[in-house]
């Protein structure tokens, strides 16, 4: 079922890029009071749970979310521009995302301990790191949900970027060569250490992106597959709680 949901959302993100690619047009995204934004600032402000995106779900109605694009590609000149929402609302559609982007079979359970070194040389060995909150995001550089979310996921890192008790690593199977090459383009603030087989088998991982909170005692105590609407609020919420 959590496959088949990441499939949707890859097949909803290439056809939001071909529908997006077929005109030329720099400005397409508008902020909830009409300002023309970026894609990665559109995408983040959903991911944040800020505001709604006008799009219908592509896993919901794909009737509808075709449908948008048809109207889209008629009036382009108007943009797509985020929708302000009461708290009550947007709280409700936070609850309904995370029921279906939160995984539940590891929570409890105590990570393995391993040794790893990232791209930068900075080694991290699990059993040093009790005590601390550990925050996992695994992807790869051909995963386009892995992508959209690494914006907000920066924010993030932010966030936390003076506070020594938390611990932000990215996992990505890739070869050294394409992570190194891909993130001189992309950046992305939580260092990434090469996902080796040794370690997919470790933590037994099987979907990406896959967002993950470890706890100071070492256990996982949030786990989601996937993005969607407040993805990133809800490991922000999460740290929050396990500090």
Not at 110 to 121: H, S
Not at 190 to 204: A, D, G, H, I, N
Request: with cysteine; charged share 25%; aromatic share 14%.
């Amino acid at each position: 079922m959590k496959l088949q949901y990441v499939l949707k959302q890859l097949l909803a993100i290439l056809f939001v890029a071909s529908s997006l690619s077929s005109f030329a047009q720099d400005k397409v995204y508008r902020d909830a009071d009409g300002n023309w934004i970026s894609h990665e600032e559109f995408d983040s402000y959903i991911y944040w749970g800020k505001y709604l995106s006008p799009i219908p779900s592509f896993h919901d109605n794909k009737k509808a979310f075709k449908k948008f694009f048809r109207n889209y590609k008629k009036n382009k000149s108007e943009g797509i521009q985020l929708l302000k929402a009461d708290e009550d609302v947007l709280q409700l559609k936070m609850e309904e995302s995370l029921k279906r982007l939160k995984v539940e079979n590891n929570l409890g359970k105590e990570l393995p301990n391993f040794i790893a070194t990232d791209l930068e040389g900075n080694t991290y060995n699990i059993s040093e790191l009790k005590g601390k909150v550990l925050v996992f995001n695994y992807w790869y550089t051909g995963c386009l949900p892995c992508l959209t979310e690494v914006p907000a996921l920066n924010r993030l890192v932010k966030k936390y970027q003076d506070n020594k008790d938390v611990v932000f690593i990215s996992f990505a199977p890739d070869s050294l060569d394409e992570l190194k090459e891909h993130l001189k383009e992309a950046s992305f603030l939580y260092p990434t250490v090469q996902f080796s087989k040794e370690l997919r088998s470790l933590m037994k991982l099987n979907a990406y992106p896959t967002n993950v909170v470890i706890d100071r005692d070492g256990k996982y105590v949030f786990q989601t597959n996937g993005v969607g609407f407040g993805c990133v609020s809800f490991i922000d919420k999460a740290i929050q709680k396990a500090l």
